[in-house]
C-alpha cells in the first residue's frame, strides 16, 4: 500500500509524525481520506478549520490535491482527519480500501509518542502567574521586557525540572 510521503495544507508544509491514507467506501458514496498525527501546535492552527487546499505528495511521487474536509479526532496524540469525494479522474491505485463494515482502521499511534512530537515542536502557551514578593523584586520584574522574562522563566524552569 502507498503511504504518505507529505501534506501542505493552504500553502504550508506541515510535520506528520504518522498517516493513513485510504478510500473510505460506504453506501452513500466512496470518499478519499487521510489520518495524519500531527504535532500540536499544527492542531491548533487548524483544528477549527472546516475547509482546505490539501497538497498530498504520496511515496511513490504522486500527488493529490484537492479541496478537503478538516476534522479532529480525540486520541492520545494529535490528530486530523481529511476527507473528500472521488476524483474519478484521479488514479487511485495502491491506496488501501476500507468499506464500512470493516472494524479495523490503520492505527497511526502506534510506536508514537506526545514527548517525541515535543521534540520536533514544542507549543507555547501563555499562563498568568499571581505572586507575592519583596517590593524590590516586583519592581525588578516590572523593568524587564515580556520576551526577556519568557526565557528567564524557561531556563529557572527546565533547570528545576530535571533535578
Known amino acids: 500500500m502507498v503511504g504518505v510521503k507529505s501534506v501542505t495544507m493552504d500553502g504550508e508544509t506541515i510535520c506528520v509524525f504518522s498517516s493513513a491514507i485510504y478510500i473510505f ?3 452513500t458514496g466512496d470518499h478519499l481520506d487521510v489520518d495524519m498525527i500531527v504535532s500540536e501546535v499544527s492542531l491548533r492552527k487548524y483544528k477549527d478549520r472546516e475547509s482546505l487546499i490539501i497538497e498530498i505528495e504520496l511515496e511513490d511521487g ?3 490535491s484537492s479541496f478537503m474536509f478538516l476534522k479532529s479526532l480525540p486520541g492520545k496524540l494529535p490528530r486530523l482527519h481529511l476527507f473528500c469525494e472521488i476524483d474519478k479522474d484521479h488514479d487511485y491505485e495502491g491506496i488501501l480500501r476500507i468499506s464500512e463494515d470493516d472494524s479495523a482502521f ?5 510506536g508514537i ?3 517525541d512530537i515535543r521534540k520536533v ?3 507555547n502557551e501563555k499562563i498568568t502567574l499571581k505572586l507575592n514578593l519583596p517590593i524590590d523584586q516586583v ?3 516590572k523593568m524587564k521586557k515580556n520576551k526577556e522574562l519568557n526565557e528567564l522563566f524557561k531556563e529557572f524552569l527546565y533547570e528545576k525540572m530535571t533535578l
Open 25 to 27: 467506501e460506504s453506501s
Open 62 to 64: 504522486r500527488s493529490i
Open 106 to 110: 490503520p492505527d497511526i499511534e502506534e
Open 113 to 115: 509518542t506526545l514527548e
Open 121 to 123: 515542536e514544542m507549543p
Open 139 to 141: 519592581e525588578w520584574l
